[in-house]
Structure formats: C-alpha cells, structure tokens
C-alpha cells in the first residue's frame, strides 16, 4: 500500500467509523473545516485532557485559563500580526490556483532528497554488504550534483526567506523550473504577502461596528492575562499558563485533511521565566513535551526534532517536534523561546506595566518566555495515523483495527453478551450500568460475537468483556484485550479495578 493510500483509507476510515466529517457536507461541505463525530469528540477531549492534566496537574506551577477568541484588536498590532502574519503565495495563471511559494520551493527540495535517496537506495541493493555509503555519497558523480543542487538551492531558500526578499523566491520558482501540479505550466505571478487573520464585525449597529480579529493563536490571551493570574494565583517565576481552544488562519493551502485547517484548535503553555534563563528552560520544554509524546508508547523513530532556519520576529530560539504522518515528517507542536518580545509589546501598546517583582533582589523585570504550542487535531491525525492497521490473523482472517494508546481511546469497555437470550443481555446491561460511572462503555448485541469483536477492534476499544453461560454460575466474565486479542477469566467484582490499573494516568505519565 502505498502513503497516499493508506493516507485516504484513514481519512474514511474516520469517516466511517463517526470520528471526523467534512464541515456542512449536506452542502457539498466547506473547505478545510471538519466536524467531530460521536467518536471523534470523545477522542478529541481525552487528547485535551491528557495534555491538560500534564501541564496543569502535575505541575504546581501552571495554571490553566480559558481567554476569549474575540480580543481587543490592539493586541494583535501589538502582537505583530497586522502587520507580519503573512503568508507568501503565488498564483498560476493557467490553471488559477493559489500556492505558498515557500511550500513549492520546500516541495521541489524534497524531490532532489527522495532522488538522492532513491540512488543510495539501488547501490545498497547492488553492492550489497560491501555498501559503503558515506564513500557512495560523497563520490557517486550523479549524488554529488543532486546534493551540491540540493544546498545551494536549499541556502539561497533560506536567505531569500530571512530577508523577506519576494523577488529572489519567484526567481528560485523559475530558475528551477517548478511547475504548477495542477496545470504543469511555469506561468507564474507575482510572489506577494497574504495576512491570514480573518476579520469580523462587532457591533449591532453598522455605523458603530468595529471590526476585530478572530485569533490566530491563544497564546495572546496568555500574555494579556499575565498581570491578572500573576496577581491573583500569587505566582513565583518560573510559572506557566496553560490554555486550550480554537484559533482560525485563513489559510492559503488547506490541504491534508485535519492537518492544515482554517479553524483548529490549539493547546498552548507560555512558561515565564527570568531573563537569561530562557536556554535552559527551553531545552526543559523540549525533553519534558518529548516525554509526554513518547508516554503515549508510539515509537521514538516517529518523531524527530527539526531546528528552525527563519527565527519569528519574536523568537531567539525554536524547534519543531515532527512526526511522521502518512506524507512525510511534518510540524505537530512548536517550541519557542518567544524572549521578552510580547510582554514589551503589550506594556508599550497597553501603557500597563508588565513585569514580575524579585523580592529576593527587590527588582523588576519583564520575563522571558518558552511556549509550547501543539495543535489539536494534528495531534489527533497523528494518533490515527499511527493507529491505523490492517493486520493478517493468524487465521488466515484480517482485522482493522485502531491502535489507539489505550488511556485516550473514546470508548474504553465494551459490553457484549454471548448470545441474545438466556438473560445475557439484561446481565450485561446490568454489568454495564455499574461501569459507566467510571468508564466511557458502549453496549453490544448484534451479530456474532466475532464481528462484535472486530466493530470494536475497528473504532480502537482497548476491552471487551463478554457475558456468557459461565457468568451466571460463578459470576466471571472474559475481558479480551485489542492488540493481543488475548482472553482472561475475571471475577465481576474485578473488572473496574483490572481496566482502571490499565488505564492509570500515572504509569504513563508518571516522571
Ligand atoms: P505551519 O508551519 O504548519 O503552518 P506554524 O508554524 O504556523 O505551522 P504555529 O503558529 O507554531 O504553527 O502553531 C502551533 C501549532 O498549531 C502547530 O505546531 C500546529 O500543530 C498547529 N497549527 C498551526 N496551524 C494549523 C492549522 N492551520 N491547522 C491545524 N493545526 C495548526
């Protein structure tokens, strides 16, 4: 199977299943906008809640709000954003579709890599143990140009990025000869700048309408709140807030499904700390958020690291923890030390001072900032990406089933009795009415027990317990697990204690 085949088998998969529909889709739908169904919502919230609980339970020091979307429309001339929240785009004139000029260029790099890969990959195959394939790189003459390609292209990328000098990027675009995937024409405009905040009007009467920002990010209501929970939570540096909720960008190429939407949602944390210090918390943000990916039991070699080339207006550092989703290695949450820059802002725009006063050396200073900021649902995407399996049984059969880590999955028990009869099902409702004060469950009796099994398998319930003759003699049940399909005698009284050991937030977060 190929990744793009296995990219849209998940997408209706998703579908399928009731975790995620196209927005307004009775209407032929809205691009880039999707809703969450029945089981998407309660995955969506046990991802929020998981990292929630991170930041705001397990630290003394973080505290949780939950600011506004509409916000004064200073903050984001303060913020930068009116005038720099730009993306670059260029048109072709043939087929008159838009694209990020950057994302072309980034794209057409990615091709010179796959080339090169592609190379090393026949000589592995050719020479076989012999391989050396640093000496191959270096001196195989196709490789060497594709890779002296590569750079050069790759510098003049980055230099032409750093200097906002549009002209340079629409020359790469021709120069490179990088043609229009629809059309497959060079017929390029101009590249220009596109700010991406979407603007609406408040007010009731037209004359007296103003006309606000729907944010772009929540990290600003952080920083336009600092005063407030640095006052009233009596708060020490370092200290953090956290939030989470909706952020809209009006995107210019929405593609990929949930991972680049026009309204998504974003879990944010800005960690205050003292000027000069920012290094060594940033480096502190990286492991910790690292941690908590891997605490999930996806596999390290899914995530990588990436360095930031072009630093923000704001940022003096920043790095970008990637996965691989079904197109290749891609953003799922940043890592920003944002130094002192939006707090200045605000105290410059507001006329409030923003500072935090030492009382150990009697100063006052305005603090440095780490942020991490992940959005939602890539996160999600990323979960069903890796979750998504089609396995073989030993059997001979096939089941898909949705790995999804256990302590997120949206339904947790299933609740299946053998047959419809013989008081079964009346037994398992019974069963079931004790567990759903603990449990998300869902109740199961149609068709055999073997589809029943696979249903649940497909929609990623990590424990189906089954209620059969046996139960009304000694009071067990079996409890069968997803990923091993392995099947347990258990007494009644046992299942909420068993599933809630499973499914502890300590042994995955515990530090
Ligand atoms: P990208 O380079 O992919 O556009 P970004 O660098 O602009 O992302 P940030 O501004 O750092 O993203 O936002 C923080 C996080 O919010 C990202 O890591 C991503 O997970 C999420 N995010 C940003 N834009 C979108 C979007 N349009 N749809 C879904 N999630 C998004």
């Avoid at 809640?49 to 709000?65: A, K, P, R, T």
């Avoid at 229009?180 to 009731?204: A, I």
């Avoid at 492991?287 to 596999?299: A, F, Q, V, Y």
Wanted: proline share 3%; with cysteine; glycine share 4%.
């Amino acid at each position: 199977m190929t990744r793009e085949e296995l990219f849209k088998k998940i997408i209706s998969h998703a579908k399928e299943y009731g975790f995620i529909f196209p927005s307004s889709e009775i209407y032929d739908g809205l691009a880039a906008v999707y809703d969450y169904g029945q089981l998407g919502s309660l995955l969506k919230n046990n991802i929020r809640d998981y990292w929630w609980q991170s930041m705001v339970q397990l630290h003394e020091n973080i505290v949780g709000i939950d600011s506004a979307i509409f916000m004064h429309p200073t903050i984001w001339k303060a913020s930068g954003h009116v005038d720099a929240f730009n993306d670059i785009l260029i048109d072709n004139k043939d087929s008159k579709k838009r694209y990020r000029a950057d994302m072309l260029i980034e794209e057409h790099l990615a091709k010179i890599e796959d080339k090169i890969n592609k190379e090393v990959e026949k000589a592995t195959k050719r020479f076989g143990e012999k391989f050396d394939r640093k000496m191959f790189i270096s001196t195989n003459p196709r490789v060497v140009e594709y890779k002296n390609k590569y750079d050069t292209v790759k510098t003049r990328f980055a230099n032409a990025l750093n200097n906002n000098d549009l002209k340079d990027l629409k020359n790469i675009i021709e120069e490179e000869k990088i043609v229009c995937p629809v059309s497959g024409t060079r017929n390029w405009t101009d590249v220009r700048q596109f700010n991406l905040m979407f603007c609406v009007q408040m007010g009731s009467v037209t004359d007296d309408t103003e006309t606000i920002f729907l944010r772009p990010e929540t990290a600003q209501g952080i920083f336009v709140n600092f005063l407030n929970v640095y006052k009233t939570g009596r708060m020490k540096i370092p200290f953090g807030i956290a939030q989470t909720g909706k952020a809209f960008r009006n995107e210019i190429v929405a593609r990929q499904f949930i991972f680049r939407m026009r309204e998504f949602e974003q879990m944010e944390m800005q960690y205050f700390v003292k000027p000069g210090e920012e290094m060594k918390w940033f480096e502190y943000w990286k492991t910790t958020r690292k941690k908590w990916h891997l605490s999930l039991g996806i596999p390290e070699q899914k995530y990588r690291f990436h360095d930031h080339e072009k630093l923000s207006h704001y940022a003096n550092a920043a790095t970008d923890i990637e996965f691989e989703f079904p197109f290749g290695f891609k953003e799922l949450e940043g890592i920003h030390s944002r130094t002192d820059f939006d707090l200045k802002q605000h105290q410059k725009y507001s006329g409030k001072k923003l500072q935090f006063f030492d009382a150990e050396t009697n100063e006052s200073y305005v603090p440095y900032v780490i942020e991490t900021s992940i959005g939602l649902d890539r996160m999600f995407l990323a979960i069903i990406s890796y979750a998504y399996n089609e396995e073989k049984l030993d059997d001979g059969t096939e089941r898909i089933v949705f790995h999804i880590p256990h302590i997120l999955a949206p339904i947790k028990i299933a609740v299946l009795p053998l047959v419809k009869r013989d008081g079964m099902p009346e037994k398992a409702r019974e069963i079931m009415g004790n567990l759903i004060y603990d449990f998300m469950c869902q109740y199961d009796e149609k068709d055999t027990i073997g589809r029943r099994y696979r249903r649940q398998d497909a929609i990623g319930t990590p424990y189906c317990i089954t209620i059969d003759q046996q139960t009304f003699e000694d009071n067990t049940v079996t409890i069968r697990e997803r990923d091993t399909m392995k099947q347990e005698r258990i007494s009644i009284s046992k299942i909420s204690e068993i599933v809630k050991d499973k499914l502890n937030f300590k042994n995955n977060l515990g530090m």
